[in-house]
């Protein structure tokens, strides 16, 4: 590589340019690893496609997983791209780094009801904690119940300021990972909760590790199998919203992903059993195709996925025989 292209990586883009859109120092510090990699291995060849393809080989070769392999692909492609921009370069051949193929498995997601049990078991208190622990574990819940409520990253939470709170407008500032700072809505149950943290330089005292094992602590002692992590809860608020019908536009915005694209790519397979419920009973063909029996299958699940039955603050019966159902709703 050319000496004079290898300074415009490190000076005019990784310090310069990141410096610019006000990076994370973590951002930052990963782009330069990256790239220290592949221009190390890289040493006399030439810059360009064909030398990017050969090096996502060598790391596939040498056991990178597919996931890994690809943020890789996406700093050398954004590098590519700086590049030509500024005219170090005389060709864009960044769409020319292929992304590696990633099979996906299934997300392991528990409902949010028993999420959050699972937060109340893994920090409940115990006949042994000193006042330091009680304490600590308080932290942990509240942290964790934020989460759950929010859909924030692990990161995101341990960056929030007391400042970030407005308790006026119900509103919050997080710092995203690509460096924006949004602003979401504050879950209303945990207002009286951020009144006391107002004043705090540091919203929620955590740390990854803590939160992690709390998790892992609370799913053991109720016997859950899944593996449940902070990022997990991200999961749980995404498709919670999606599966009681809140328009995936307005979920793609809480979760701040950068399309509406992303977030039907990760979730929209969790709605199937409202793709299932549209299809069935809306398709003017499928409807009328149907026995009565069958119609009344229909309208029986659609009052089951109300989930009126767990809402506390109804009583809910709903009872069915051969030719007839009954539904009594009631508050308490």
């Known amino acids: 590589m050319k000496e004079q292209i290898r300074k415009a990586i490190f000076k005019d883009y990784i310090e310069e340019y990141s410096a610019i859109r006000g990076l994370r120092r973590e951002t930052v510090r990963g782009k330069r690893d990256t790239l220290k990699r592949f221009i190390k291995w890289l040493e006399d060849k030439p810059f360009n496609a064909k030398s990017c393809c050969e090096w996502l080989k060598h790391l596939s070769d040498k056991g990178w997983k597919p996931v890994s392999i690809k943020h890789e692909v996406r700093i ?5 791209k700086f590049l030509y921009s500024r005219d170090f370069i005389k060709e864009d051949f960044s769409l020319q780094i292929p992304y590696p193929k990633i099979h996906k498995k299934p997300l392991e997601i528990v409902p949010a009801e028993l999420a959050e049990k699972i937060i109340i078991a893994g920090t409940k208190v115990g006949p ?24 924030l990253r ?19 500032f997080v710092r995203s990972k690509s460096g924006n700072i949004d602003v979401l809505p504050i879950p209303r149950d945990m207002l009286n909760e951020l009144r006391k943290r107002k004043n705090k330089v540091q919203l929620f005292k955590v740390t990854a590790k803590t939160l992690n094992s709390s998790l892992e602590r609370g799913a053991k002692r109720l016997g859950v199998s899944s593996k449940i992590r902070t990022h997990t809860l991200r999961h749980i608020f995404c498709t919670s919203l999606l599966k009681r019908g809140v328009p995936i536009q307005i979920v793609s915005r809480l979760m701040r992903h950068a399309s509406v694209t992303l977030t039907d790519s990760v979730y929209s397979h969790y709605q199937i059993d409202d793709l299932s419920l549209a299809l069935n009973s809306r398709h003017p063909l499928i409807v009328s195709g149907l026995s009565v029996v069958e119609v009344f299958n229909t309208f029986f699940k659609t009052l089951n996925s109300l989930e009126l039955s767990k809402d506390k603050r109804f009583r809910y019966e709903l009872k069915r025989s051969k030719k007839e159902l009954r539904v009594k709703l009631s508050m308490i």
């Open 76 to 80: 050398l492609r954004a590098t590519v």
């Open 128 to 151: 042994g904690d000193n006042c330091i622990n009680i304490k600590r574990k308080k932290e942990y819940r509240q942290a964790l119940r934020f989460i759950l409520r929010t859909g």
């Open 154 to 172: 692990n990161r995101e939470l341990r960056d929030l300021k007391g400042k970030d709170i407005n308790l006026e407008e119900e509103t919050f």
